[in-house]
């Protein structure tokens, strides 16, 4: 018997897409055939193993009006002209050409949106870009059969704006195979970042709080639109030797990385409801890490972080409460004793097998 193919289509070039690469394996184990659509800029090759089957396609534009225009073009194309029992696409950018298709060739559209793209920084303070993107929400998002996202807050938006019921599937990681432990924290404690380096995270003011913690080092691993400004800011403090860039790696290797850091950071700047009601990645992977947590006072971060006792919230981004927050993460040696256990009962209980128990009803064969 032939197996049914689902299509997921996304705006990336996979390499760093870790949810995408979980979706993907929970459907093959549940006997899809998994297709998944991208982008080939800014290139990079997938690490070999993972689940399902990729193309890339090359664009004429990567940034702009006119690369979401030829993105939604190809996409439109290759989903007309090739089979698909299911189509999952990955936020509201893929989504115009997922559900024209789904309408004419009656396939159900599956909307799995990771933020709430109307209100994300690079967009916010740009009114007409903002409204076109709400116009084309509102046409496409009551077209699909069924809608996942992130964060209780994001499913409240969709509920009040289409009276939608989305289901909450939080990017949280596979259970780990192996657990790091905290690490007893040394005379030159490392504060470690990873994600992307987009406008409104926070490392600014990091790198500003190294200041006041002279014996601390920080290592950004990720890229991004702010790269460049980071690396002119570090130079300009003369920061340089304790300012480590890794660049974009493959969610792979992250580990290597974080295994030699003391505390991870989840800041963001209440920049639009995106940011405010964000479960970012990084807030799930730190305890398997070995990591505690200066996270952002956000209603949705900051339930985490309590129920689960695995950091310290600040309520800014002033240099002078992150950088004392850091030091009582690192310092404390009491709280960092009771992180111990803590953050081993949050592996336990946040991680994709529990949560994807809940995609059972969606993607039944």
Same mark, same amino acid.
């Given at each position: 018997?032939?197996?049914?193919?689902?299509?997921?289509?996304?705006?990336?070039?996979?390499?760093?897409?870790?949810? =995408?690469?979980?979706?993907?394996?929970?459907?093959?184990?549940?006997?899809?055939?998994?297709?998944?659509?991208?982008?080939?800029?800014?290139? $990079?090759?997938?690490?070999?193993?993972?689940?399902?089957?990729?193309?890339?396609?090359?664009?004429?534009?990567?940034?702009?009006?006119?690369?979401?225009?030829?993105?939604?073009?190809?996409?439109?194309? @290759?989903?007309?002209?090739? !089979? +698909?029992?299911?189509?999952? &696409? =990955?936020?509201?950018?893929?989504?115009?050409?997922?559900?024209?298709?789904? !309408?004419?060739?009656?396939?159900?559209?599956?909307?799995?949106?990771?933020? @709430?793209?109307?209100?994300?920084?690079?967009?916010?303070?740009?009114?007409?870009?903002?409204?076109? /993107?709400?116009?084309?929400?509102?046409?496409?998002?009551?077209?699909? &059969?069924?809608?996942?996202?992130?964060?209780? $807050?994001?499913?409240?938006?969709?509920?009040?704006?289409?009276?939608?019921?989305?289901?909450?599937?939080?990017?949280?990681?596979?259970?780990?195979?192996?657990?790091?432990?905290?690490?007893?924290?040394?005379?030159?404690? #490392?504060?470690?970042?990873?994600? &992307?380096?987009?406008?409104?995270?926070?490392?600014?003011?990091?790198?500003?709080?190294?200041?006041?913690?002279?014996? @601390?080092?920080?290592?950004?691993?990720?890229?991004?639109?702010?790269?460049?400004?980071?690396? &002119?800011?570090?130079?300009?403090?003369?920061?340089?030797?304790?300012?480590?860039?890794?660049?974009?790696?493959?969610?792979?290797?992250?580990?290597?990385?974080?295994?030699?850091?003391?505390?991870?950071?989840?800041?963001?700047?209440?920049?639009?409801?995106?940011? @405010?009601?964000?479960?970012?990645?990084?807030?799930?992977?730190?305890?398997?890490?070995?990591?505690?947590?200066? +996270?952002?006072?956000?209603?949705?971060?900051?339930?985490?972080?309590?129920?689960?006792?695995?950091?310290?919230?600040?309520?800014?981004?002033?240099?002078?409460?992150?950088?004392?927050?850091?030091?009582?993460?690192?310092?404390?040696?009491?709280?960092?004793?009771? /992180?111990?256990?803590?953050?081993?009962?949050?592996?336990?209980?946040?991680?994709?097998?529990?949560?994807?128990?809940?995609?059972?009803? #969606?993607?039944?064969?």
């Amino acid at each position: 018997m032939k197996l049914k193919r689902i299509i997921i289509t996304v705006s990336n070039n996979l390499v760093t897409d870790n949810r =995408v690469t979980k979706l993907s394996g929970y459907l093959e184990a549940k006997g899809w055939e998994v297709l998944i659509l991208g982008r080939q800029w800014p290139g $990079g090759d997938i690490p070999e193993g993972r689940p399902g089957v990729v193309r890339r396609f090359h664009l004429p534009f990567n940034k702009g009006f006119l690369f979401y225009a030829f993105l939604n073009i190809r996409l439109f194309l @290759y989903l007309l002209v090739n !089979k +698909a029992d299911k189509i999952v &696409a =990955v936020d509201l950018d893929t989504l115009p050409a997922a559900c024209i298709v789904g !309408k004419l060739k009656g396939i159900p559209v599956v909307f799995d949106s990771h933020e @709430y793209f109307p209100e994300t920084p690079e967009i916010l303070n740009k009114p007409f870009v903002r409204w076109f /993107w709400l116009k084309l929400e509102a046409v496409f998002v009551p077209m699909v &059969a069924e809608g996942i996202t992130v964060s209780k $807050g994001i499913v409240e938006i969709y509920r009040e704006q289409y009276g939608l019921n989305f289901k909450l599937i939080r990017n949280v990681p596979n259970r780990a195979i192996k657990v790091l432990e905290i690490r007893d924290v040394p005379e030159c404690p #490392i504060i470690y970042y990873q994600g &992307a380096l987009n406008i409104g995270r926070g490392l600014k003011e990091v790198i500003r709080a190294l200041l006041l913690l002279p014996n @601390y080092r920080m290592t950004i691993a990720g890229s991004g639109d702010k790269e460049e400004e980071l690396h &002119a800011l570090v130079r300009a403090m003369n920061l340089e030797d304790r300012v480590v860039f890794t660049g974009r790696l493959p969610f792979e290797r992250l580990a290597a990385e974080a295994a030699k850091a003391h505390v991870g950071l989840c800041l963001l700047e209440n920049m639009g409801l995106n940011y @405010y009601h964000s479960l970012p990645n990084r807030l799930f992977d730190y305890p398997a890490l070995g990591l505690p947590i200066i +996270a952002s006072a956000f209603p949705d971060m900051a339930e985490i972080v309590n129920q689960y006792d695995t950091g310290l919230l600040v309520n800014g981004l002033e240099p002078e409460e992150i950088a004392q927050s850091i030091r009582h993460a690192c310092e404390d040696v009491d709280l960092r004793e009771r /992180w111990k256990k803590s953050l081993k009962t949050a592996v336990e209980d946040l991680n994709w097998e529990n949560e994807c128990s809940r995609l059972d009803e #969606i993607f039944s064969l």
